[in-house]
């Protein structure tokens, strides 16, 4: 759904207030617009998110991959059956064990990451025009951390820490 009007209302209304639809709209906007981006330098996006883990660790095999990045081990060898036929990435068998892939960017590969890259770095930069530096930095920090450790406990159904209960993002390391 491109260009999706704004809700109408408050911003203090339940739509702006539920942490799921407030993600769910970043995320669909974000999608609609980096979807044409890398779409450009003969990628998905998935193809990208994949061609990102690989470049940052060639040696991976496609079920370290699976789980770096999320996604089903299945779907994964469709993503990189679409990468490997655009010429973006190689398999080759790992030596320590003949059954296993290991996952390498091409040059071509490298140079279509780059360039889908500073594209996407250009719309996100779009996106966070109007935040000061110091919101962004605090926004990035705090996705960091949900998708760490909080979102696996939610997933597992675990309850929350009361503990260290803050309004503050994680301070940096």
Not at 21 to 44: D, N
Not at 109 to 118: F, P, T, V
Request: proline share 8%.
């Amino acid at each position: 759904m491109a260009n999706a009007p704004a809700p109408e209302g408050p911003r203090g209304s339940g739509l702006h207030q539920d942490l799921h639809w407030l993600f769910a709209r970043l995320k669909q906007g974000l999608a609609t617009a980096e979807t044409a981006a890398v779409r450009e330098h003969g990628m998905t996006l998935w193809g990208y998110t994949v061609l990102v883990a690989v470049v940052e660790a060639p040696a991976r095999t496609q079920l370290a991959l699976a789980q770096a990045v999320s996604v089903d081990k299945s779907k994964l060898v469709l993503i990189l059956d679409e990468l490997e036929d655009a010429g973006l990435v190689r398999r080759r068998p790992d030596p320590a064990d003949r059954r296993a892939r290991i996952i390498e960017a091409t040059p071509e590969g490298d140079r279509a990451l780059k360039a889908a890259r500073a594209d996407i770095e250009t719309i996100e930069n779009q996106l966070l025009a109007d935040l000061a530096p110091s919101a962004r930095t605090a926004l990035q920090r705090a996705l960091q951390h949900l998708v760490g450790e909080p979102i696996v406990k939610v997933e597992d159904g675990q309850p929350p820490e009361t503990a260290c209960a803050t309004t503050e993002p994680p301070s940096p390391a």
